[in-house]
């Protein structure tokens, strides 16, 4: 008995990377940067060519990812999602090669595309040196078939039988929630593409997953887990899955309706908040679009979701779905929105190549390769998201309580939306669409959210602006941009943030509110003419 599990564990110790077995407590500080293995960087920093819009494999490794953590680490990140590592399908196929991973072939394997086992536990290894979580991107629900036409046992063992697949029937829209069961047993894919769906009904199938998933954390030190087309799966699945892998998991549910994404709240660490997610696209990116129904809906999410808004990852880009500066031009929309996630209770997450202007539409085109960029630091967004994950980080050392107060959007009617202020003690969010060449100006009021006469600082552009003296704020906007305040004594003297005006000391525990922890937020925004006019510059 003892030697065989000293053995066991032994072994455990020199094979895998060491994880921080991180749960969701662990990840509810981090601020978490998403890439696509192949797009991000390249072995050898050649900058060979790569068409997004051909669909095929461009070269870059997991070697490539760990030589460019400087880059990351340094706008503040301290999470790295990195895009699925299985085998997957070789070669073309209706809608190109398998260059971003969703189309395994064989769970047990790595796509040696990337790399080999040694790149990713190095990868795994140098992240945890930074102190940062790696995230690997899961697919459970399906496997990719080898063509059009083919046989169950050309799949590898162990699911090379019909038996471990779902009949086959199409999912006719994978943002389609209709019938539950087609979601959850018909197939991804279509008759070119198809994609067979594991049964995960049947026990063996069950089993085998459920043994695998510990595994594949173990092996690379994984601290956490995106959970691809969790919807199409059963619900009562997952628990068992989620504690077999150990880790913080994330599930995938593209829905627009909060109601239907409150379900697996209850089944996974967290959800990406898709529901949010399509309410803010049409609020943000577009002067009619109102902020009234992304209260509204944050609201419902507040309510249904377990643990509200807590336990979500809150994004505006993603691989799947259209870049914002493909949906417009205006750096003041996209801006506004890009510092939405940072002020909001779930964890943010940042799209690779958000921060440097890319503008790539649907899916393959938002897939670009980041080395033409050259990895530049000097760019205002770079500059928004160092700042933003630093301001947070502050925040959450002066004010814990930042972490399990829940975030407050509120809105203005008579203005037409176009305003929303969100309170996130001690963050104080200033939102807009009016665009940054509208002529007509706005200016945003809260009452009563600082101290009396406070010195306030907007973090994004270190001005300062002082409290009224009921702890009022009147700003107005400028170029469409949004504001960031934090009182200047939450900001840490020697920190990176506005450091000629932070007057902050030492952490504020709890039972100090210098900053009121329920903050009466009252929004009388006005307009007013010709206040912003200008052209912001890139
Ligand atoms: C550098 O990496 C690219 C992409 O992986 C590859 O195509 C190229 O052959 C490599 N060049 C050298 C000199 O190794
Ligand atoms: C849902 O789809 C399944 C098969 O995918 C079908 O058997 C069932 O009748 C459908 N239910 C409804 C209510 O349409
Ligand atoms: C999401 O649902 C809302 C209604 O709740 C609708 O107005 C909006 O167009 C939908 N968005 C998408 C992308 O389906
Ligand atoms: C959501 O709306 C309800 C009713 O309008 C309100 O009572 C509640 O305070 C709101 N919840 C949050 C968390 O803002």
Request: glycine share 6%.
């Amino acid at each position: 008995m003892l030697p065989s599990s000293l053995t066991s564990l032994f072994g455990t110790i020199i094979l895998a990377v060491p994880a921080f077995s991180a749960n969701a407590t662990d990840w509810s500080t981090r601020s978490i940067y998403q890439l696509v293995t192949d797009r991000f960087a390249t072995p050898n920093d050649s900058t060979v060519p790569c068409d997004a819009g051909a669909r095929k494999y461009c070269g870059g490794s997991w070697s490539g990812i760990t030589k460019h953590l400087d880059y990351i680490q340094s706008m503040g990140f301290d999470a790295v999602w990195i895009s699925p590592v299985s085998t997957n399908l070789e070669g073309t196929t209706s809608q190109g090669e398998a260059f971003h991973g969703y189309w395994s072939t064989d769970l047990y394997s790595l796509n040696p595309h990337f790399g080999t086992a040694d790149d990713l536990r190095a990868l795994s290894a140098a992240l945890h040196k930074r102190g940062m979580y790696i995230m690997l991107d899961v697919v459970v629900n399906h496997l990719a078939a080898p063509g059009p036409k083919f046989d169950f046992t050309d799949f590898p063992k162990p699911f090379d039988d019909e038996t471990y697949f779902h009949r086959r029937c199409f999912v006719a829209d994978s943002t389609d929630t209709g019938n539950q069961t087609t979601v959850e047993q018909c197939w991804l894919g279509d008759s070119k593409l198809p994609l067979p769906d594991l049964n995960t009904e049947n026990p063996f199938v069950v089993e085998k997953l459920i043994d695998w998933i510990p595994k594949l954390v173990q092996d690379y030190g994984v601290d956490g887990l995106r959970i691809d087309t969790a919807k199409h799966i059963r619900k009562d699945f997952w628990p068992e899955f989620v504690k077999s892998a150990g880790v913080y998991t994330l599930g995938e549910i593209l829905a627009n309706d909060t109601s239907y994404a409150a379900q697996y709240t209850d089944v996974f660490d967290a959800i990406l908040d898709y529901p949010n997610y399509f309410q803010l696209r049409n609020a943000f990116l577009n002067p009619q679009g109102q902020f009234s129904s992304v209260v509204s809906s944050m609201n419902r999410s507040q309510q249904t979701y377990k643990n509200g808004l807590f336990r979500t990852a809150s994004f505006v880009e993603n691989h799947d779905q259209p870049r914002l500066a493909s949906l417009t031009k205006d750096p003041g929309l996209i801006r506004n929105a890009m510092a939405f996630p940072f002020v909001h209770d779930g964890v943010p997450i940042v799209y690779y190549g958000q921060e440097q202007g890319y503008q790539g539409g649907a899916d393959p085109y938002n897939r670009e390769a980041l080395w033409f960029t050259a990895y530049q630091q000097e760019k205002p967004l770079v500059q928004q998201f160092r700042i933003l994950n630093a301001a947070r980080k502050e925040a959450i050392e002066y004010l814990p309580s930042f972490l399990t107060t829940p975030v407050r959007p509120e809105f203005f009617s008579s203005i037409e939306d176009h305003s929303m202020v969100v309170s996130k003690p001690p963050m104080l969010a200033l939102f807009t669409n009016i665009g940054s060449e509208s002529p007509h100006g706005l200016t945003w009021h809260a009452d009563a959210v600082f101290q009396p006469n406070e010195q306030l600082v907007d973090v994004l552009t270190c001005t300062k602006v002082a409290a009224d003296a009921q702890g009022g704020v009147t700003i107005p906007c400028l170029y469409g941009m949004p504001q960031v305040l934090m009182p200047a004594v939450a900001l840490r003297q020697g920190g990176t943030v506005c450091p000629g005006i932070a007057t902050g000391t030492l952490a504020k525990s709890a039972g100090l509110p210098e900053v009121r922890v329920t903050w009466a937020v009252v929004v009388v925004s006005t307009l007013f003419f010709v206040a912003c006019r200008g052209r912001w510059m890139w």
